[in-house]
Structures are given as C-alpha cells and as structure tokens.
Nanobody
C-alpha cells in the first residue's frame, strides 16, 4: 500500500504563486511515476503534470510554462510549483502515484484546495 499526503493549497490572488507538496509513504518502488491532477467544480479530473522516477516530465498545455513539477526521491516527495496563477486554475489538486510492482498500481491522495481570486 502507498499513502499520499498533499499540502500547500490555499487562497491566492491572480498572478500569485503556490507550491504544493506530496509526501509518499509505504511500498514505494524504484520505478514509478508521480503526478498532479486537478478537478474543478462540475468538471472532470484532468492531468496537470507528471514526472517519472528518471525525471522525465509532462505538462498539460494549460499550465506549461507556468507550473513546474519536481521530485526529491530521498524524501519520497513530489512538488508542484505554480506561478502566474489564474482564476481558472482554481480546483482541488490531487497527487497520484503509479507504482510498478509486477503490474502498475495507481494511488491517490485526498486532495488539496487551490483557489485563485481575480
């Protein structure tokens, strides 16, 4: 089992910045992909950014150039630095871990709220 705990959400004005953190505990194997997803009210959950254990990153077009995903493998922590925030970034942000343990297994955190005021 893997547990994910997010932190760092809050209320920020448009143009501001926030940094989200996600600490993973449990059976974290060396080959995994960590990511951030978000879900706005009335919308489906969508990919924000992912990062593999090798450091390869992928971003949604809507956040590329504004958000940066990174990870500290020694701390089992993944970060999402969010700059130039827009009201449309308002959502619940979820941490996701995909772990290779024979098969791929997916785990989710409880989510952290981000509200961007105009």
């Amino acid at each position: 089992q893997v547990q994910l705990v997010e932190s760092g959400g809050g209320l920020v004005q448009a143009g501001g910045s926030l940094r989200l953190s996600c600490v993973a505990s449990g059976s974290i194997f060396s080959r995994n992909s960590m990511g951030w997803y978000r879900q706005a009210p009335g919308k489906q959950r969508e990919l924000v950014a992912t990062i593999t254990s090798g450091g390869n990153t992928n971003y949604a077009d809507s956040v590329r150039g504004r958000f940066t995903i990174s990870r500290d493998n020694a701390k089992n922590t993944v970060y999402l630095q969010m700059n130039s925030l827009k009201p449309e970034d308002t959502a619940v942000y979820y941490c996701n871990a995909k772990i290779l343990a024979g098969s791929w297994y997916s785990y989710w955190g409880q989510g952290t709220h981000v509200t961007v005021s105009s």
